[in-house]
Nanobody
């Protein structure tokens, strides 16, 4: 059974930085596509950053150049470094796994397993 546990959320001022972590267990972590999504109140969950088994990455246009997704395979941990944060990026951030070697898509429906989320709040 796949388990994903996020941490690292918190409150920062606009322009600040946070690093989120997601520890995975229950499957061969290094061989699957992983991603970070976020969901603001009243909005749909959206994909933010993606990384496949080969380490290839992709980002949504709104975060490209400011966010960096990475993974530490021996530690089965996924990271999201977020810089220059904006108030409108206040949301619950979720770690997700697509149990395929390469990311099959970037929508919620393309991912099989989810963490419980970690709250990120950015004040102006």
């Amino acid at each position: 059974q796949v388990q994903l546990v996020e941490s690292g959320g918190g409150s920062v001022q606009a322009g600040g930085s946070l690093r989120l972590s997601c520890v995975a267990s229950g499957y061969t972590y290094s061989t699957y596509c992983m991603a970070w999504f976020r969901q603001a109140p009243g909005k749909e969950r959206e994909g933010v950053a993606f990384i496949d088994s080969d380490g290839n990455t992709g980002y949504s246009g709104s975060v490209k150049g400011r966010f960096t997704i990475s993974k530490d395979n021996p530690k089965s941990t996924l990271y999201l470094q977020m810089n220059s944060l904006k108030p409108e990026e206040t949301a619950m951030y979720y770690c997700a796994a697509d149990l395929r070697r390469y990311c099959s898509g970037t929508t919620v429906a393309d991912f099989d397993s989810w963490g419980q989320g970690t709250q990120v709040t950015i004040s102006s």
